[in-house]
């Protein structure tokens, strides 16, 4: 049995994700540098003068970014939508920014179904914005530097709901407030403009040290925990482990139309195979078959090589998503390089007709990997490392994180008089049944929607 299971996430590679962001970065650059140029020439000022715009050559940049961002949004969208709903998430690897020892941070993208929409609103009303602008801007002498400003906001945006960690998400909140204190600023000629600038400055940067603060306290408690006198002791946990993949538990839980649960299918479904035992035919176990076929992935460590068992050629090389392997158990070697530590998992098993996924263990600060951490339960079926995580402290005894051991919340239907209960706890099981007025909650909390 594997040493960890649990319903991680599944990635889908994208190779294309990074464009989102960089053809709004692109504008900004362009006419960073020559938008000043463009708005003297007066290059095309009879069409400019038609459509009631400022200066044609900025306004083609700076909008056609943004045209080009959020046509590039709708294919990634589509892309992700035609994805099965647990593989909904898609991974672009740009470039690796630091890597100290078993640490590492990224500057990667990621687009799950929230992001999906936010990418949409942003690309999509910004262009909108965008397009009434170059007419409401029309007569400004600083035209480009306005643009300018506004594709750098668009970017910032991006970054902060396209990142796959804290750090992406960090520089887009950074951006973020920087664009707030240049437009707000915009007219600096103006006292009070200029003046309730620097307050947003200001506020933004009240944000940034609440942000970094809980920053580092989430990624030491990750990694260890404070012991009385304020001193820290690592866990020294394995930094990689293999987790086998499993549905999310209670997903396809079920009720009839008047609520009642399917018992009477489910005891037929149990008889079932008295019947059908003596006819069953022996499951076929070649390598192209589901039962004698298992998938490795691992997206951490990029431009890591992995070695499966005693081999000298790498298996693959990270990042990499459902590569085939021969199930049982296997021992793998991960070799980052730039004078950084091998790290060996002596014995991983990899179950047949499912997929296993080399997983970070201890401090991170990328979402997916916070997540995977958060839900893996061990042989006998305990959250060991969220267990740990919520028994921790921070100075003081003030709690890391707080845990909910469990909530419902009251779903209506379009009928009158007619509404369910869903029940969630900790590890996502859920129970839907018809209201019933004597039912009390756990813990007597109930949360209405």
Same mark, same amino acid.
């Given at each position: 049995m594997p040493e960890f299971t649990g319903p991680v996430q599944h990635v889908e590679l994208s190779t294309t994700l990074w464009l989102i962001p960089f053809l709004p970065a692109l504008g900004c650059v362009i006419n960073l540098f020559f938008g000043r140029r463009f708005q003297a020439s007066g290059w095309r000022s009879d069409l400019a003068n038609k459509l009631h715009i400022g200066s044609f050559g900025v306004s083609a940049v700076a909008i056609g970014a943004m045209l080009l961002s959020f046509a590039v949004s709708i294919v990634q969208v589509a892309k992700l939508i035609s994805l099965p709903d647990e593989a909904r998430y898609l991974y672009c690897h740009t470039w690796q /920014?630091?890597?100290?020892?078993?640490?590492? %941070?990224?500057?990667? %993208?990621?687009?799950?179904?929230?992001?999906?929409? =936010?990418?949409?609103?942003?690309?999509?009303?910004?262009?909108?914005?965008?397009?009434?602008?170059?007419?409401? /801007?029309?007569t400004e002498k600083a035209y480009w530097r306005f643009f300018t400003y506004l594709n750098l906001f668009v970017f910032s945006m991006l970054l902060l709901v396209l990142g796959d960690g804290f750090i992406v998400m960090f520089f887009g909140w950074e951006g973020v407030g920087l664009c707030s204190y240049l437009l707000i600023g915009f007219w600096y000629e103006d006292y009070k403009k200029a003046s309730a600038g /620097?307050?947003?400055?200001?506020?933004?940067?009240?944000?940034?040290?609440?942000?970094?603060?809980?920053?580092?306290?989430?990624?030491?408690?990750?990694?260890?925990?404070? &012991?009385?006198?304020? %001193?820290?002791q690592p866990d020294n946990l394995a930094r990689l482990s293999v987790v086998s993949a499993e549905a999310e538990a209670g997903?396809?839980?079920?009720?009839?139309?008047?609520? @009642?649960?399917r018992a009477a299918a489910d005891a037929d479904?149990?008889?079932?195979?008295?019947?059908?035992?003596?006819?069953?035919?022996?499951?076929?176990?070649?390598?192209?078959?589901?039962?004698?076929?298992?998938?490795?992935? /691992?997206?951490?460590?990029?431009? @890591?090589?992995?070695?499966?068992?005693?081999?000298?050629?790498?298996? @693959?090389?990270?990042? %990499?998503?459902?590569?085939?392997?021969?199930?049982?158990?296997?021992? &793998?070697?991960?070799?980052?390089?730039?004078?950084?530590?091998?790290?060996?998992?002596?014995?991983? =098993?990899?179950?047949?007709?499912?997929?296993?996924i080399v997983a970070v263990v201890g401090p991170t600060l990328v979402f997916r990997q916070l997540?995977?951490?958060?839900?893996?339960?061990?042989?006998?079926?305990?959250?060991?490392?969220?267990?740990?995580? =919520?028994?921790?402290?921070?100075?003081?005894?003030?709690? &890391?994180?707080?845990?909910?051991?469990?909530?419902?919340?009251?779903?209506?239907?379009?009928?009158?008089?007619? @509404?369910?209960l869903v029940e969630r706890d900790g590890v996502g099981r859920r129970r839907v049944g018809r209201r019933d007025d004597r039912a009390l909650c756990r813990d007597d909390r109930l949360l209405s929607i």
């Amino acid at each position: 049995m594997p040493e960890f299971t649990g319903p991680v996430q599944h990635v889908e590679l994208s190779t294309t994700l990074w464009l989102i962001p960089f053809l709004p970065a692109l504008g900004c650059v362009i006419n960073l540098f020559f938008g000043r140029r463009f708005q003297a020439s007066g290059w095309r000022s009879d069409l400019a003068n038609k459509l009631h715009i400022g200066s044609f050559g900025v306004s083609a940049v700076a909008i056609g970014a943004m045209l080009l961002s959020f046509a590039v949004s709708i294919v990634q969208v589509a892309k992700l939508i035609s994805l099965p709903d647990e593989a909904r998430y898609l991974y672009c690897h740009t470039w690796q /920014m630091v890597r100290i020892g078993s640490v590492e %941070f990224n500057f990667d %993208f990621a687009l799950d179904p929230l992001s999906a929409v =936010m990418i949409l609103i942003i690309t999509g009303v910004g262009s909108l914005i965008h397009i009434y602008a170059a007419a409401y /801007m029309a007569t400004e002498k600083a035209y480009w530097r306005f643009f300018t400003y506004l594709n750098l906001f668009v970017f910032s945006m991006l970054l902060l709901v396209l990142g796959d960690g804290f750090i992406v998400m960090f520089f887009g909140w950074e951006g973020v407030g920087l664009c707030s204190y240049l437009l707000i600023g915009f007219w600096y000629e103006d006292y009070k403009k200029a003046s309730a600038g /620097m307050k947003a400055f200001v506020t933004n940067r009240i944000g940034d040290w609440g942000f970094v603060v809980g920053l580092m306290l989430l990624f030491w408690g990750l990694g260890g925990s404070w &012991l009385q006198g304020g %001193f820290y002791q690592p866990d020294n946990l394995a930094r990689l482990s293999v987790v086998s993949a499993e549905a999310e538990a209670g997903e396809h839980a079920s009720a009839d139309e008047h609520g @009642a649960p399917r018992a009477a299918a489910d005891a037929d479904h149990a008889r079932a195979p008295a019947k059908g035992h003596a006819a069953e035919r022996p499951r076929p176990s070649g390598p192209g078959s589901a039962e004698g076929t298992a998938y490795l992935t /691992m997206t951490a460590f990029p431009g @890591a090589a992995v070695y499966l068992d005693n081999a000298s050629s790498p298996f @693959a090389l990270s990042p %990499f998503v459902k590569r085939e392997v021969r199930p049982g158990h296997h021992a &793998l070697r991960i070799v980052p390089g730039q004078a950084v530590d091998e790290q060996e998992i002596p014995s991983a =098993m990899v179950e047949a007709g499912s997929e296993s996924i080399v997983a970070v263990v201890g401090p991170t600060l990328v979402f997916r990997q916070l997540h995977d951490q958060l839900v893996v339960k061990d042989s006998r079926g305990t959250q060991v490392l969220r267990d740990g995580l =919520m028994s921790k402290t921070v100075w003081g005894g003030i709690s &890391l994180v707080r845990r909910y051991d469990g909530y419902r919340r009251r779903l209506h239907d379009r009928a009158p008089g007619v @509404a369910f209960l869903v029940e969630r706890d900790g590890v996502g099981r859920r129970r839907v049944g018809r209201r019933d007025d004597r039912a009390l909650c756990r813990d007597d909390r109930l949360l209405s929607i």
